[in-house]
């Protein structure tokens, strides 16, 4: 397997030197269709769009004042957890956030420093297309969908998502160093070992910024052989009545996770992660995320940051065909190695 | 090198349970750029487009008396051989044509049986453009690009190349043994054991049929670890004042190719052959291939077949860094395959 480790190196270092880029690069303006399509869809690279929101009514109107009123008796999901870190490894399990029910306006209090100080981390952040299912209202404020998008595409987005959170909450998060030092939240399920991960999603992403910013940390499929997997024991987190979390242990096999902290990657146990080559953006209000599918990512956000994305599912072509074969080699490889090592990169 | 040998065979299936269609559709006009783009040249599959010549003069004009009166005494690179094969194996050797000067009028009258019965097979084939470069005079009769296309990948074609030839060439071939009995050709240096071969290109094909017919066998670039490859010394054609052939071994290392007859595959040789999926397909008069870079293919023409082709240079991005991660794969499995094994198939 030393030969097939050495061929995906090698892949995975020529596709930055044939056809990615160092940073993302910006558009001035929202771009034509076809053009959009061949120079970032079928390539499946990121880039940042400006001047593509200017027209959304949201940009101005959503203060929390105004969300208070539009939609503060709103019931939405809210993902909650002690720490920011929903979907995020500790220890041997995958934890999942506690899922509730609450009103906008008790997630805009919280944001607000209204009210008593809370022993969790709140996120609207649910991605089942909640702007269109939980909060319609909002839909006129913003589109239901991206029209050059969905033309390039030939088709709507499968989701329309609502996010607003704390800076704390993350798709992965800050360290937690940093979070309880700020924040001094308190987490008596996790330690310092808990780690933050990346994701891929098998969407093509839009991800449209109306406040705040968010920062991305972003990693082509193609470096898939530098990024390490482990399997995970599901879990959600639950909060006790005296507001201190548990994690509770769910049924159902392993799910194969990453475990590498991308603000803070430990090299001495993923020396492979050397060789990744992430990139860093930063999309301000007003600005919109082409993030393409199968690319890891992170994401940390400014305090209160709100934002909608679109997700149109990805083509299962032949890009689809050759990433499998690419992550089927990278298990193969990692599976000849040492044994009682969980990582499954290589 | 097994466990890497079952993956891209595993890979190499699923594209044709994902993705891949068991015939060439047929697309009954000519398309929108978008659609063509997202439909086909971004998924890398094949299609033949119906009524997208039928405005071309030349579909009407191109008759034998037509082009020697317009271009007879023009002189163009023709491709010689003993046998109509151009770009095929011959024991060790990769054997190129001799590339002979001749004016198109002594062509036809070869073609049309006119003259001396010649011992060899001509075919006006020269793939660099040659249509603009050697016969602008027809340039007129067609067009000097595909405008759907170009508006497509937002460029012009690379080259427009002009084919004409007999029935016995072909850029693979029909069986030596049919050909002896149709023809009665000579070949002098090369017997039996003279195979036929598919070959791929970097380029987007549009592939033009303006009179006869032309048969494709088309093999998927996924299917890439079924097709073996071996190493052959480079050679060329030469005729011999007596008419007869040699062939003459050229300076420079071996050149990698395929010795696998699609017509006739010798499955006791290449048994890998046997989960490869061709697809056959037959394009006439007026109509248009689009053969997407990177299929292996095959080609024969029925006699004094005439064809313009377009060739748009590919993008060298995901896919082609995937192919070539592909093509790495097979010839590492087969390289620890059995010692003194020359094919790098899988």
Known sequence: MEEVKKRVTEFSLEAHDLYLNRSVPYLEEP????????????????????????????????TPEYLRQKVGSKVISV???????A??????????????????????????GKGQLEKAVFYVQ???????????????????????????????????NFWLGEASAVTSSE???????????????????????????????LYCVVSGEKNFILLPPTDRPFIP?????????????????EVVEQLGSEVPWIPLDPLNPDLEQYPQYRRARPVRCSVKAGEMLYLPSLWFHHVQ????????????????????????????????ASAAGPPGKSSVGL
């Open 31 to 62: 771009p034509d269709p076809l053009q959009f399509y061949r120079s970032w869809i079928a390539p499946n690279k990121p880039c940042i769009i400006r001047n593509a929101l200017s027209h959304w009514p949201a940009l101005s109107r959503w």
């Open 126 to 160: 649910k991605q089942c297309s909640n702007l269109l299912e939980e909060l319609p209202e909002l839909t006129d404020d913003v589109e239901p969908h991206i029209s050059w998008m969905s033309t390039a595409l030939g088709r709507l987005p499968d989701a329309v």
């Open 79 to 85: 993902a909650v957890t002690p720490n920011g870190y």
């Open 301 to 332: 956000q400014s305090h209160g940051c709100v934002a909608v994305n679109f997700w149109y599912d990805m083509e299962y072509d032949i890009r689809y065909n050759y990433f499998q074969l690419l992550e089927s080699l990278c298990g193969a």
């Open 87 to 112: 979907d995020a490894v500790s220890g041997k399990y995958f934890v999942m956030p506690e899922e509730r029910q609450m009103t906008l306006s008790s997630v805009l209090d919280i944001i607000e």
């Open 175 to 205: 360290s937690p160093r940093q979070q309880r030092c700020v924040y001094n939240r308190v987490c008596v399920c996790v330690d310092d070992a808990f780690t933050v991960s990346v994701h891929k999603d098998h969407y093509e992403n």
């Open 229 to 245: 997997y482990g399997l995970y024991q599901p879990a959600v987190y639950h909060q006790r009545d005296d507001g201190e979390f």
